[in-house]
């Protein structure tokens, strides 16, 4: 299998007391995408050599860098607050927990397919955001953030699956957050 594209990174808003998920929003057009595995592990050693191991997925690290970071997402993502077109940055906002979903497109024997990722928990940070003045040439910056999936409260920390359209695997990550096409 080899990677051959990324798309659609959507945050959905998880609606406070419910649990329950707001239309998806889109995080501006996806650049790159990272997911690194955490992993707790452990060793016992007995009649000195290796006698039980463990090693088990806990969470994962993402790593997100898109065109744009959209206005409406900087309430949903981070927590700042908002009047007309103003965003406020204080030193007390919080990145509320929102799930995540993007789509990569794959190639595997000559067909291609869309693999939605769908993170039912997460968090991120405020994005890196670098600036350049022009010089001889133009060149574009993109902003780029971290996050954090962990397990939701039934212990899931991502969902998985590859579909034959793009239409379906959108399709499919909002049904895994109770929401319709």
């Not at 920390?157 to 049904?175: H, R, T």
């Amino acid at each position: 299998m080899a990677y051959i594209g990324l798309r659609k990174p959507i945050v959905f808003p998880i609606t406070a007391g419910t649990g329950k998920h707001t239309a998806g929003v889109a995080f501006g057009k996806a650049v790159s995408f990272s997911d690194t595995p955490v992993i707790a592990s452990a060793e016992l050693y007995g009649d000195d050599a290796l006698a039980e191991s463990e090693k088990a997925v806990t969470g994962s690290t993402l790593a997100l860098g898109t065109t744009d970071v959209p206005d409406n997402c900087k309430e949903i993502m981070f927590g700042h607050s908002a009047t007309e077109a103003e965003y406020e940055y204080n030193k007390d906002d919080e990145s509320p927990y929102i799930s995540f979903a993007v789509i990569g497109v794959r190639k595997v024997d000559g067909v291609r397919k869309f693999e939605a990722k769908a993170y039912p928990k997460t968090q991120w940070e405020e994005p890196t955001v670098t600036i350049e003045t022009r010089g001889e040439s133009t060149s574009f910056t993109t902003p780029s953030t971290n996050g954090t999936a962990m397990p939701n409260d039934a212990g899931v920390i991502k969902w998985e699956e590859s579909f034959d359209s793009e239409a379906a695997a959108l399709a499919w990550v909002n049904k895994k957050f109770g929401l319709s096409e």
